[in-house]
C-alpha cells in the first residue's frame, strides 16, 4: 500500500492476492495481471461503518492503485454536484442518479494504458432524451451546452479535435431546431429532438456511425417500446419526468445503458486483450442519493441475469442497507485468501457488506511513530493514542498529524494535543512548503478536537449532543434536555439525535447516550471549553447529580436484585458526576463501605466506572510543557490530599487505600492523559494490599493486580 493504510491488507495484498486484485484482476501499483476469483459475477463490495473508519481512505487508495491502468471513476455522493440541478435547468429533467452517471461516465471515457477512450453511445441517447423533456424554453445557448455535454460522451477519441468538434456542433444544432423553429420556444419538444437524435445517429457507414446506430437501436428493447427505439426513448424521458418510482425504473435502465456501453468496449469490436483486468467504479459517501439508488439499480439488474464486467466498490456510513438486507457480511480480515461470497436469489445477495474495523493497538503506534520520525516522542504517548482514538483511522491520523506539528512546541499529552492548532495537510499543501508551520497556522490552523469534529460528528445539533454526551441514556437526557437545552427541543430532540447517532453506526453502548468513547471525550472536550468559566460543563453535571439524587427508587422487579440494581446504578451515576465537579469523598466512601460485601468483580466494575469520570485540568500557567492543575498522580502516591477523616468507626486504612486506587485507576485511563507509570505501578501493590483484606473472591483483584498496570501503559481498557 502506498499511502500508510494499516490493517487493510487483506484488500491491497499482492501475495497472496487481495481482495481486489481478485476482483478487478490487476495487482494493486503493479504491472501484471491477477487470476479473478469470481469470473462470470462478482460481489458488488460496500465497505461499512461509522466516520472515521476509513472508508474514503480505502476507496482513495483503489483510485490511486488503478487510475490509469484501467477505466475508473469515484463520485462522492456527499458533493455539492450532486445537492440539486443546475441553475437554469428544470428539476423535472435532473436528479442524482442522472448526473451521477454523466460525471461517472466522463471519467470512465479517458484513455487508460493502450486502450483509448471508451464511448457511451447508449447512455448519451438515454440522456438526451431525458434532457429534452427540460428544453421548453428560449435558452438556446444553454441547451446547446447540455447537448454538446451529453454528446462528447460518444467520442473514441479516434477523430481530430476539429472534425469531433464539429460533428458535435452539428448534431447539437439540429437537437435544438425544434426550439426555434415550427416550436418557437414553447410547448413539447422530447418527440422531434428524439426523431432528430435518432436520424443524426443512423447516418454515416463508418464504425463510430455503425455503433452509433447499434446504440439507438438497443432502446427498441424497453418495455412497451414494441420493437420501436423511438417509442422506448420517448417511454423513457416520459417516466423520468414523472418521478416517484417510474423515475426510479428510468434511473436503471439509463445505469443499464451505462453498463451495456462498457460492455462493448470489452467484448464489442475492440478486442479484449487490450483491456486488461476489469473497470472500476467507486461511490464514496453511498448513503446518501445518488449512492443507493444507483447500488440497487446494479444489483436488480444482476439478480435479473444482466451480467456486466464492473467491479463496483462503495463506502457506506451506518452499519447496512435495507437494500442490502441479504448481502453477505464478512469483516476485510476474513476476505485475504477468498471472499466466500456465492449469490443468492435476491438482489441483495448480489452484495458483499464488509464493516471495516478499527486499527489496531498495534497498527495505531505505528501511524503515530511515522508522523513523527525524527521527533522524540514520548514513550507513552503512541500507545494513549490508542486509548484515545480506539483505532479510528481518520482520528488517529489527525492525533499525528497534531503530534507531528506541536509536539515540538512543547504539547505533549493527548488533552494537550488536542487543544493545539492543526493545520490539516490539505490546509499546508495550499500554504506551500516555503511557509513555517506558526505562518500557515495563522492562515488556517484551529484547535485539533475541532477539526476532529467536524469529521466525525453528525452534521446539525452538534451543540446539543456535546451537552447530551454527559448523559448515560434517554431518561438522563430528556432531563439535561429540559433543564439547558430551549423548550423545542426536549424529548424529541433527544429522540431525533439518538435515532441519529443510530443511522451514523455508532455503537450503543449501556451507560452511555455517545456510545463510541472517542467522539465523547471530544464532545466532553469541547463542552469544557465552551466558556472560560467552564458554566455549561458545570452545570450539566450538576443537573445529573440532582436527577439520580431526585430520582425515586424503582420497585423491585423479577429477577434477583433487579430493583436494587437499578437503584445501585442510580447511585454511580450520580457519584460518577460529582466525581467529574471534583468531590470524591462521596465516591471513596461508596467503595470502602461496599468493598465487604460486594462481589469483587462487581466492586472493580464500579471502580472503574467511577474513574471513568471525565477530568479536564486547569490549563498550564505558561503554555505547553509546564505542569497543569492534575493532582491525581500525587494524590495516587499519597503525598498530597489525604482528604477528610472517614467517619468515627470506619476502617481509616482502607479509606485511605480505596482513595488511592480510585485517583490512579483515574490519572491512568484518563484518555487525555498520559498514564504515569509510578502510579500504574501503585495500582499493583494496592491492589495486592486489598486482596488480603478478603477472606474469599480475591482472584479478581489478584488479576487486576497483576494485569491493570500492563494495560494502563500500553492504552489497552482495563481487564475485568
Not at 466516520?51 to 490511486?64: F, H, I, T
Request: aromatic share 6%; proline share 9%.
Amino acid at each position: 500500500m502506498r499511502r500508510g493504510l494499516h490493517g487493510r491488507g487483506a484488500l491491497f495484498d499482492t501475495e497472496p492476492p487481495g481482495l481486489a486484485p481478485r476482483l478487478v484482476g490487476l495487482r494493486p501499483f503493479q504491472q501484471g495481471s491477477s487470476p479473478c476469483e469470481h469470473p462470470r459475477e462478482i460481489p458488488f463490495v460496500v465497505f461499512a461503518g461509522a466516520r472515521g473508519l476509513g472508508k474514503s481512505a480505502v476507496l482513495a487508495e483503489l483510485r490511486a492503485a488503478y487510475e490509469g491502468r484501467t477505466p475508473l471513476a469515484l463520485i462522492d455522493c456527499e458533493a455539492d454536484l450532486f445537492a440539486g440541478p443546475p441553475a437554469g435547468l428544470p428539476p423535472e429533467v435532473w436528479s442524482p442518479a442522472a448526473q451521477a452517471l454523466v460525471t461517472l461516465a466522463e471519467q470512465l471515457a479517458q484513455p487508460v494504458a493502450d486502450a483509448g477512450r471508451i464511448p457511451f453511445p447508449r447512455l448519451a441517447a438515454g440522456l438526451l432524451a431525458v434532457a429534452a423533456g427540460g428544453w421548453h424554453d428560449r435558452d438556446v445557448p444553454r441547451v446547446r451546452r447540455e447537448a454538446e455535454r451529453i454528446l462528447l460522451l460518444n467520442d473514441t477519441g479516434s477523430r481530430t479535435g476539429g472534425h469531433r468538434n464539429r460533428w458535435v456542433g452539428r448534431v447539437s444544432a439540429r437537437l435544438t431546431d425544434p426550439l426555434t423553429g415550427a416550436l418557437p420556444g414553447t410547448g413539447p419538444v422530447v418527440e422531434p429532438v428524439v426523431e432528430a437524435a435518432l436520424e443524426a445517429f443512423s447516418e454515416g457507414v463508418s464504425p463510430t456511425h455503425r455503433r452509433l446506430r447499434k446504440a439507438a437501436a438497443w432502446y427498441r428493447d424497453h418495455p412497451n417500446a414494441e420493437g420501436s427505439p423511438k417509442r422506448g426513448l420517448l417511454l423513457l424521458s416520459g417516466h423520468f419526468r414523472a418521478g416517484g418510482d417510474a423515475r426510479t425504473h428510468a434511473e436503471g435502465h439509463l445505469v443499464r445503458a451505462l453498463l451495456a456501453d462498457l460492455d462493448d468496449a470489452y467484448g464489442g469490436s475492440l478486442p479484449r486483450g487490450h483491456r486488461a483486468g476489469r473497470p472500476v467504479v467507486l461511490i464514496d459517501n453511498a448513503q446518501t442519493a445518488p449512492g443507493i439508488g444507483l447500488i440497487a439499480a446494479v444489483l436488480r439488474d444482476r439478480a435479473d441475469g444482466i451480467a456486466d464486467r464492473v467491479a463496483f466498490f462503495a463506502g457506506l456510513r451506518g452499519h447496512g442497507h435495507p437494500a442490502l438486507r441479504n448481502a453477505t457480511r464478512s469483516p476485510l480480515s476474513q476476505l485475504a485468501r477468498t471472499s466466500g461470497w456465492q449469490p443468492g436469489g435476491t438482489a441483495s445477495s448480489r452484495a458483499l457488506l464488509v464493516p471495516l474495523s478499527p486499527l489496531s493497538p498495534d497498527d495505531t503506534p505505528r501511524v503515530v511513530e511515522a508522523a513523527c520520525r525524527g521527533l522524540a516522542v514520548p514513550s507513552r504517548l503512541p500507545g494513549a493514542a490508542h486509548r484515545l482514538t480506539r483505532g479510528s483511522p481518520l482520528g488517529t491520523t489527525l492525533f499525528a498529524e497534531s503530534a507531528r506539528q506541536n509536539l515540538p512546541r512543547g504539547a505533549g499529552t493527548p488533552g494537550e494535543l488536542l487543544t493545539a492548532d492543526l493545520v490539516p495537510q490539505e490546509a499546508q499543501e495550499v500554504c506551500g512548503a516555503h511557509e513555517t508551520h506558526e505562518a500557515c497556522g495563522a492562515r488556517g490552523g484551529r484547535p485539533a478536537y475541532r477539526e476532529l469534529l467536524d469529521r466525525l460528528a453528525p452534521a446539525g445539533r452538534r451543540d446539543e449532543l456535546a451537552l447530551l454526551a454527559v448523559a448515560h441514556d434517554r431518561e438522563s437526557a430528556c432531563a439535561l434536555a429540559a433543564a439547558r437545552l430551549p423548550g423545542d427541543f426536549g424529548a424529541v430532540g433527544v429522540l431525533a439525535l439518538e435515532a441519529r447517532l443510530a443511522e451514523e453506526g455508532l455503537p450503543t453502548v449501556p451507560g452511555q447516550f455517545v456510545g463510541d468513547p472517542f467522539l465523547r471525550a471530544l464532545l466532553l472536550l469541547g463542552l469544557h471549553r465552551r466558556e472560560p468559566d467552564h458554566g455549561t460543563w458545570k452545570a450539566a453535571h450538576r443537573t445529573l447529580v440532582a436527577h439520580y439524587t431526585d430520582l425515586p427508587a424503582a420497585p423491585d422487579g423479577p429477577g434477583e436484585g433487579a430493583g436494587s440494581g437499578a437503584s445501585e446504578q442510580r447511585t454511580l451515576y450520580r457519584l460518577q458526576h460529582e466525581l467529574a465537579l471534583g468531590a470524591a469523598e462521596p465516591a471513596v466512601t461508596y467503595l470502602r463501605d461496599t468493598f465487604p460485601r460486594h462481589g469483587m468483580k462487581a466492586w472493580l466494575r464500579a471502580l472503574v466506572f467511577l474513574a471513568s469520570a471525565p477530568y479536564l485540568p486547569a490549563p498550564a500557567p505558561h503554555g505547553y510543557g509546564c505542569a497543569a492543575y492534575d493532582a491525581r498522580a500525587r494524590v495516587a502516591l499519597g503525598r498530597v490530599g489525604a482528604g477528610p477523616p472517614p467517619p468515627e468507626g470506619a476502617d481509616t486504612a482502607l479509606h485511605l487505600r480505596i482513595r488511592w486506587l480510585l485517583y490512579g485507576v483515574w490519572q491512568v485511563t484518563d484518555p487525555l492523559a498520559l498514564p504515569d507509570p509510578v502510579v500504574a505501578e501503585r495500582l499493583r501493590s494496592e491492589l495486592g494490599q486489598l486482596s488480603r483484606l478478603r477472606t474469599t473472591d480475591v482472584e479478581p483483584l489478584l488479576r487486576a493486580s497483576v494485569h491493570w498496570p500492563e494495560d494502563a501503559l500500553s492504552g489497552r481498557p482495563l481487564r475485568l
